[in-house]
């Protein structure tokens, strides 16, 4: 049993990103209005996602982190119009198999938090009283310590999986209303630095400004298409001429309803759209797309960063004719 549970854990648990998109998703479900996300040594060490969201009830300690436990299925036909990012229960599950998990909370019911520990099966090992302020702090260390040959590629790999888990935070900074969003890194003798800091109150254009700068936004073009009556793409994209990605990919984001997701094919677009306008470089490509929650489907990839529109291709075709206006006016 513990070696299926491992490998599965493996497939929503990819990378150190996938891993604090996971936390970070949690803390949005629990309406948090600050996270803040603390590395150890680039998260080689540990990692710590502390929210104010509305903490775990303790008659969900022992099952919090057995697998498939979720409270945010009540029954199945909600299945479809779920709008909250997490609901297989999955996440702590998994993190538990490849780490060392430990919760600390507290729900305003409560007059004191709780520290709870899981073993790597899932189950609640020890349970303390603690000191903190309503919400909850998941803390992860050693993450994939339990698979050998994962663990050496892990630390090998560490600041390229940072790099990547600063850009997903980038995301999330970006596309927060009302969510103040903090990273650190300590490593070292304790040597503390700030990655990344939001108060998370503005627009877009305004959080733009806060995480590229504004430079950056000087050569960005607002974007705001009505694809449909229930679907719009609100956000910004390079000028022409105007890119500053180096690599594909690069300041390439892209959001359902607010959340961070990969698509594939509206990034191909876009640069494709955007090399017509003759430039060597990648556009930058921040685009948020609003779409009613039946319309799309996040859990069909494991790591719920992929998504899935029911009407790909008349989004696709209406993304080009909008992006065009931008890249190619005299064509359009
Ligand atoms: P899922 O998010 O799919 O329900 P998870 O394994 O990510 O599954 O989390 C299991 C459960 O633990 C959640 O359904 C939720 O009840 C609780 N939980 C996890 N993280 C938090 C958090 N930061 N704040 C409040 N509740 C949380
Ligand atoms: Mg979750």
Wanted: charged share 20%; aromatic share 8%; proline share 4%.
């Amino acid at each position: 049993k513990g070696v299926v549970h491992r490998i599965c854990a493996g497939q929503v648990i990819l990378d150190l990103s996938s891993a604090v998109k996971e936390l970070v998703e949690n803390s949005l479900d629990a309406g948090a209005t600050s996270i803040e996300i603390a590395l150890k040594d680039y998260g080689e060490e540990w990692f710590q996602v502390i929210d104010n969201g509305c903490g775990i009830s303790p008659n969900n300690f022992k099952v919090l982190a057995l697998k498939h436990h979720t409270s945010k299925l009540a029954d199945f036909p909600d299945l479809q119009s779920l709008t909250t990012f997490g609901f297989r229960g999955e996440a702590l599950s998994s993190l538990c198999a490849l780490g060392n998990l430990t919760v600390e909370t507290k729900t305003k019911n409560e007059s004191v938090a709780t520290h709870l520990t899981f073993d790597h099966s899932g189950l609640l090992v020890a349970e303390r009283k603690t000191a903190r302020q309503i919400g909850t702090t998941v803390t992860v260390k050693k993450l994939f310590s339990n698979l050998p040959v994962r663990s050496k590629e892990f630390s090998r790999n560490i600041r390229k999986e940072y790099g990547k888990l600063v850009s997903l935070l980038n995301a999330y900074a970006l596309i927060a209303k009302g969510v103040r969003f903090v990273c650190t890194n300590t490593t070292g003798k304790n040597v503390k630095s700030v990655v990344l800091k939001t108060q998370g109150n503005g627009s877009l254009k305004d959080n733009i400004i806060t995480v590229f700068g504004m430079n950056t936004l000087n050569c960005l073009e607002p974007v705001a298409l009505c694809i449909s009556d229930s679907c719009k793409v609100d956000g910004f994209l390079s000028k022409p001429g105007q890119g500053s990605g180096r690599n594909l990919g690069d300041r390439q984001y892209f959001f359902v309803n607010g959340r961070p997701v990969d698509m594939p094919k509206v990034c191909k677009l876009v640069n494709e759209l955007y090399k017509g306008a003759n430039s060597r470089q990648y556009p930058i490509a921040i685009l948020n797309f609003t779409v009613p929650p039946r319309a799309y489907d996040v859990n069909v990839t494991p790591d719920k960063r992929k998504i899935f529109f029911s009407e790909e291709s008349s989004l696709l075709q209406a993304l080009r004719e909008g992006f065009q206006q931008i890249y190619s006016p005299n064509n359009a």
